[in-house]
């Protein structure tokens, strides 16, 4: 038998919030920093620890414990409160940084890499249901939209982090930066956040987890390996594919009878829910398509170097920023968000449409004003969707709702690299052949050729790689505008319910 006794959230100033939130935003900071801020400094890592056959894991297990993690640690915090598991997020995450920073080899750095993950897993999901015990729907938009502008930060400010950190004191300072930051978080969240008491007496779904956990695990692996390191109708492949399967068929049966189940498939029979659920998948499977490829065109295409082409993404990620804050503003003012979720599905749909048509003469100006739109549509949708799902289900249910938002938006993420990887590959490797021949296209194709060395190709064979690489990567975009359209369907079957109020905020004196 489960019993739930849920105090009242008192009234909290505006300052109350605020401050309560700055822990919040820093410990969202450490984990979505954790994903760029290694690749800079993957290099020197290589170099000094070797092992670079097993330089993808160092991401991938990451990723892959985040994603794993995430429903879980949402159902603990459902059952036995959000403060105190945050909190233990917090340091298992510091415990997996000191440890990264301290590795002697690459197993070690891979093995540490998931401890960070498993924590990592835990701040994403309790951050955003925090704000829901802390604020009422009708406002959330507003401290959401907050919250969505540290991902701009961390996608901007992780790789030139970790480039200086690396060139001016060592690479293991990547990850001893999380420490100071870690404790600064624990120290105000322990201070400042006063949540409802939570008290109920229930099992944990350890089957389920371990379950969805197979199911998560062969998918991101299928996705990371399949047409790289195993052909796709490889054993090795096929094989993770019927494990994805049976594996989900299993969790379904699992969670239909089990009394807490660690992801209630009662929430999917909601419409808004379960099409929120869908805009979440497809804005992860877009963002993290566009950032991962684009920089391939500035750099090698555009002439742009390393950090420049980061630099060359703020376009996108001012576009998220600004319309996540005035996005947040206007649902908290209007109480409506239906508007937003078409507009933001429309105008990522147009925005990849529009990138996928970029040449070898587009300029750097022109593609940032496609990157705008880009970004314009998804900073609509990113917590608009966390927001739909949150109020599609009971209070007790705020962090199930928020661990699926998130996780969904992990896969989409993982997929979108990987199945357009499969397309802008592919479609290099074609555009060589047709230009330079199968053997020389195929060789160029498969050797490690960096943006520095295209100076040194003679300039047939420079044209051929430009020409190849814009082929490739407007290919992705234009089978990711493609995805993105079921996005607007999604977005159309969202029933525009009123938000629930809760506590008032009120102004400080």
Do not use: C
């Not at 660690?262 to 929120?276: E, K, Q, T, Y």
């Not at 082409?309 to 996005?327: D, K, V, Y």
């Not at 949708?381 to 199930?400: E, F, K, P």
């Amino acid at each position: 038998m489960t019993a739930t006794i849920e105090a009242p959230p008192p009234a909290r100033t505006r300052r109350e919030i605020y401050t309560a939130m700055s822990g919040l935003m820093i410990a969202m900071l450490l984990a979505m920093l954790d994903n760029t801020i290694v690749g800079t400094a993957m290099p020197t890592i290589v170099g000094e620890l070797g092992g670079l056959e097993h330089l993808s894991w160092v991401v991938t297990a990451y990723a892959l414990a985040t994603a794993v993690t995430t429903p879980v640690w949402a159902k603990i915090g459902d059952l036995y409160g959000r403060k105190g598991i945050f909190m233990g997020a917090i340091v298992v995450f510091l415990i997996g940084s000191a440890l990264t920073g301290m590795a002697q080899d690459m197993g070690q750095l891979i093995g540490f890499r998931a401890v960070q993950g498993i924590g990592a897993g835990g701040l994403m999901v309790g951050a955003m249901a925090i704000i829901g015990d802390l604020v009422p729907p009708r406002d959330r938009g507003r401290y959401q939209g907050l919250m969505a502008a540290v991902m701009p930060l961390a996608f901007i400010g992780g790789p030139l982090l970790g480039g200086f950190l690396t060139d001016n004191l060592s690479w293991r300072w990547a990850f001893y930066v999380n420490i100071p930051l870690g404790v600064l978080a624990l120290v105000v969240i322990w201070f400042t956040m006063n949540l409802p008491t939570v008290r109920r007496e229930a099992s944990i779904d350890w089957k389920g987890a371990g379950l969805l956990a197979v199911a998560i695990s062969s998918l991101t692996l299928l996705t990371s390996w399949g047409g790289n390191q195993y052909a796709w109708g490889s054993w090795q492949i096929i094989g993770l594919g019927l494990l994805a399967v049976v594996a989900t068929i299993l969790f379904v049966r699992v969670e239909r009878r089990v009394a807490e189940p660690i992801l209630s498939l009662d929430l999917f029979r909601n419409r808004s829910f379960s099409a929120a659920t869908v805009l979440s998948f497809l804005t992860g499977f877009a963002m993290f398509g566009a950032v991962t490829y684009l920089p391939q065109f500035q750099q090698i295409v555009q002439g742009a170097s390393a950090t420049s082409s980061g630099l060359l993404l703020l376009p996108l990620m001012g576009g998220m920023l600004i319309t996540s804050l005035l996005g947040g503003q206007f649902v908290s003012r209007t109480g409506r968000y239906r508007i937003l979720l078409i507009g933001g599905s429309l105008l990522m749909a147009a925005g990849l449409g529009l990138l996928s048509t970029m040449g070898l003469a587009t300029t750097q100006l022109t593609s940032s004003l496609f990157m705008v739109v880009l970004g314009i549509g998804m900073g609509l949708l990113m917590q608009t969707t966390m927001l739909v799902m949150q109020n599609s289900v009971a209070q007790r249910d705020i962090g199930a709702a928020s661990g699926a938002s998130t996780l969904f938006r992990t896969i989409g993420g993982s997929l979108g690299v990987s199945l357009l990887g499969v397309f802008y590959t592919s479609r290099v490797a074609d555009t060589l052949g047709q230009r330079l021949g199968a053997d020389e296209g195929a060789a160029l194709a498969g050797g490690q050729l960096t943006p520095a060395m295209l100076d040194g190709l003679p300039a047939f064979v420079r044209d051929a790689y430009q020409s190849a690489v814009t082929s490739g990567v407007t290919t992705a975009f234009i089978w990711a505008a493609a995805v993105a359209l079921v996005a607007v369907i999604a977005a159309y079957l969202v029933r525009e319910i009123p938000l629930r109020g809760s506590a008032p905020v009120v102004d400080a004196a």
